[in-house]
């Protein structure tokens, strides 16, 4: 098969995604999304704070149900998963990098790092200790998250995601508390390893030189779904 003729093949698509939270005063924080992510597609999300960012992300995680519009994963309707199947979904298929990242404060970095590939069956001491590596913790794995600075807990979520080779990477932030320089040397390290193993990745970022490295960029205005160019 010609793969660079072939067109590229759907794997998760968003047909009018709302999400409202309930309350006192609802919150529309999703208007009618549309959007379709492609095998080993790399975007980046950009938009003011509050605008539905960490929302989007977490429909698409199947952390949290839209309230309207069907959500596919490779043309099957999300709807209709188990609870085992969204277990599945997200142990195998997502690697995903919270804005506050969410390390196990009971758990060393490196524990933290190999738990999710344990949980898999297959561990990858080789990518997880060059990953290491490259992003300068190799030192700190045996300190608890509150040992080590804001940065290091971040880039150890960031080799967390990768290490676990998922389909789809969710980076809310993922820099958020590093440097530039740091900063991108770490989107590199996520952009290799999209490349190598065919994993998409949605990035959201406020760094225009991170989104830059992305091959789409999309921008979200009160919950609506914009083009970014
Ligand atoms: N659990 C919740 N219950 C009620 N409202 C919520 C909840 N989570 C988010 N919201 C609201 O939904 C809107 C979108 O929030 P979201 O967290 O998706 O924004 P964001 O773009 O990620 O912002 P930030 O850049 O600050 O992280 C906001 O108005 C927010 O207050
Ligand atoms: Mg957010």
């Keep these: 098969m010609n793969y660079a003729n072939s067109t590229p093949q759907s794997f998760i698509k968003l047909e009018k995604i709302s999400k409202t939270y309930p309350g006192i005063v609802p919150v529309t924080a999703l208007k009618e999304i549309n959007l379709t992510i492609t095998i080993g597609e790399r975007l980046a999300l950009l938009g003011k704070s509050g ?16 309230s309207r519009g069907q959500l596919l994963i490779d043309n099957r309707n999300s709807t209709g998963f188990s609870e085992k199947d969204a277990t599945r979904y997200r142990r195998r298929d997502i690697g995903f990098i919270f804005q506050f990242f969410n390390l196990l404060p009971t758990l060393t970095l490196r524990e933290n790092i190999t738990l999710p590939m344990e949980l898999l069956g297959h561990k990858d001491d080789a990518l997880m200790s060059s990953l ?7 030192n700190q794995l045996d300190r608890y998250p509150e040992e080590v600075s804001g940065g290091e807990q971040q880039r150890a979520a960031v080799i967390r995601a990768l290490v676990k080779k998922p389909r789809l990477i969710l980076a809310d932030e993922p820099t958020g508390n590093l440097d530039l320089e740091t900063g991108l040397h770490i989107v590199g390290l996520m952009n290799e390893i999209c490349k190598t193993f065919g994993t998409a990745l949605v990035m959201v970022t406020h760094s225009r030189e991170a989104a830059d490295t992305c091959g789409r960029r999309l921008k979200i205005v009160d919950g609506c779904l914009f083009p970014d160019d």
């Excluded at 605008?51 to 839209?66: E, F, H, Q, R, V």
């Design 51 to 66: 605008s539905g960012k960490s929302t989007l992300l977490n429909l698409l995680a199947l952390i949290d149900k839209p």
């Design 132 to 138: 290491c590596r490259e992003a300068g913790i190799e």
